[in-house]
């Protein structure tokens, strides 16, 4: 398939130097200045293949010829992809400058998984910190949710949005930010922060309580009792999940030891998220493990939709489609795991404001 003409353009022809394209002739310096093409050069403007298609397409440069785009897939499968994650991020005029080509901008990543660095589109990027660190990825790639963890902790302690560009099956690209969160609220830790009588009440109604299907039921006035984080008004009295339940056993026997299967890791990250002060309800209906509230389940919304690690999205296809949902009801999507030293770390993965939402200029 031969590419279209460029029609008129000042730019020389593209010629291939060892696994590059370099643009000769002092006119190439305008692809750098202008837009951050490539690299300069003593001679002109070396560009990756990418970078070339994408020139065609956004400033005239002329395809080197008629059987470049058919010879160039054959080495670059990669290379219609790649391209339209450009062409999203140059159309509005960011400064994107690809990792190959950053002493160009006297810059360096803060993590060596980034495929490029962006600046805003009014400034020159000798003259300005980066405001981004990207990646790009196809919407069917497995997610290794440890390992972005550790782009986002790295991109994010350097001061710079980590964010994601994400292409379809269409070529359509959307654009998704990875941050961490620290979901807090104001209910009381019920591990620590319980009076003797409270804990009386709780002992009381759990040593008569009574097993129900899916959980367990506690015969005591809904306003005596005292962990507002779990458990729903049912029937004159409480009931809990099986889950909440394990939760009320440890608090009225703290040396309960936790079950050391996906059950106990479900036990270990319900406790974390009650002892940060939050309300914590069935997600079901948005499609997650649980929803987080600040505060008294009633008052304001749930900020938060938490899903841990087991349970997460296994693609970039379907994080999106949560992460969408969320962004759609107002909340975060938050997927949760343990790190090394085994505390809790909560990684969203966020649309990013409307001015910071890079797609392709032309629907294909």
């Known amino acids: 398939m031969a590419a279209n003409s460029a029609g008129g353009s000042r730019l020389p022809v593209p010629v291939k130097r060892g696994d590059v394209w370099v643009v000769l002739g002092t006119t190439a310096n305008r692809l750098w200045d202008r837009g951050c093409f490539g690299r300069p050069i003593r001679d002109g403007v070396q560009l990756t293949t990418a970078e070339v298609l994408c020139a065609h397409r956004l400033r005239g440069l002329p395809i080197p010829n008629e059987q470049w785009l058919s010879d160039a897939l054959v080495e670059c499968p990669d290379l219609l992809l790649e391209s339209e994650i450009l062409g999203a991020l140059r159309f509005p005029g960011e400064k994107v400058v690809l990792a190959q080509n950053l002493s160009a901008a006297n810059a360096v990543l803060l993590d060596p998984r980034s495929w490029a660095l962006r ?39 350097g001061g710079r949005i980590p964010e994601l560009l994400i292409i379809d099956d269409e070529h359509s690209v959307v654009t998704y930010r990875s ?83 996906e059950v106990g890791r479900r036990v270990e990250l319900l406790s974390d998220l009650l002892s940060k002060g939050l309300a914590i309800r069935s997600g079901f209906k948005y499609g997650t493990r ?30 999106c489609l949560s992460a969408r949902l969320a962004a759609n009801v107002n909340k975060s999507w938050l997927c949760a795991y343990s790190n090394a030293n085994n505390d809790w770390r909560y990684l969203a993965i966020e649309r990013p404001p409307s001015d910071s939402r890079w797609m392709n200029p032309v629907k294909h």
């Open 119 to 157: 600046w805003s589109r009014n400034v020159k990027p000798k003259e300005a910190l980066p405001l981004a660190e990207i990646r790009w990825v196809k919407a069917s790639d497995s997610i290794d949710w440890d390992e972005l963890a550790e782009w986002t902790a790295n991109i994010e302690a």
């Open 290 to 319: 649980w929803r987080a509230y600040a505060g008294a389940v009633g008052g304001e919304h749930a900020p938060w939709l938490i899903v841990p690690v087991e349970e997460a999205p296994t693609n970039w296809g379907e994080v």
């Open 179 to 261: 941050t961490f969160h620290q979901p807090n609220g104001t209910l009381a830790n019920p591990f620590r922060e319980l009076d003797n009588d409270q804990r009386r009440i709780i002992a009381h109604a759990w040593s008569e309580s009574r097993e129900t299907s899916e959980g367990i039921w506690l015969d005591i006035e809904p306003a005596r009792w005292p962990i507002n984080g779990i458990g729903i008004r049912l029937e004159g009295g409480i009931w809990l999940s099986e889950m909440e339940g394990r939760i009320v056993s440890r608090i009225v026997n703290p040396t309960m030891p936790i079950p050391s299967d």
